[in-house]
């Protein structure tokens, strides 16, 4: 694991960079859109939250034929509109103890899913860089195949907690 992390090391960071530039730019620009309350809905199932948060993190990985740009523009968009929801939040009267149950617990996971699923994205730049810089062995298929396992496996985990915990943990509050 140790050998694929620091193979793999420049897309997760060029991955988390994106992801963290954008949630800086959603706080401090978190005036561009309108405070609404929000609407309120059913509880999503384990099920919904899944398959939803998977079709994103795989749509941001099938923009690894974009060679990263843009991988580069959903990580930032995501991470804006992460940032945005925190302000918006807070805005609305809830506290931030509130704020960070309300994000945290199923972000663990969810957020390195979708830095997971970013890092894919970059992947085939880094591959073609990595090619021209002379490196023979090539492992694109090898790398994309353990982040898919990790992506499902995260994405799930966070879906479990989204749907069951994070509503309990609200209601403590």
Do not use: W
């Not at 925190?86 to 103890?97: R, T, W």
């Amino acid at each position: 694991m140790q050998i694929f992390l620091k193979r793999n090391s420049r897309v997760l960071v060029a991955a988390c960079s994106c992801y963290a530039v954008g949630l800086l730019l959603g706080i401090i620009f978190s005036n561009v859109l309108p405070v609404d309350k929000p609407v309120t809905s059913q509880n999503p199932t384990i099920m919904e939250f899944f398959i939803h948060n998977l079709v994103a993190d795989l749509l941001i990985s099938f923009t690894i034929f974009t060679f990263g740009i843009f991988t580069m523009v959903l990580l930032v968009m995501n991470g804006f509109l992460v940032g945005l929801s925190a302000v918006h939040s807070l805005e609305l009267g809830n506290s931030m103890p509130y704020v960070l149950v309300a994000l945290l617990p199923h972000g663990v996971f969810e957020i390195p899913s979708m830095i997971v699923a970013g890092a894919i994205g970059f992947k085939l730049l880094d591959t073609v860089m990595m090619k021209l810089k002379g490196k023979s062995k090539i492992y694109l298929i090898q790398d994309i195949s353990i982040f898919l396992v990790m992506i499902v496996c995260f994405t799930l985990i966070a879906a479990v907690i989204e749907a069951t915990v994070t509503p309990f943990l609200l209601t403590l509050l």
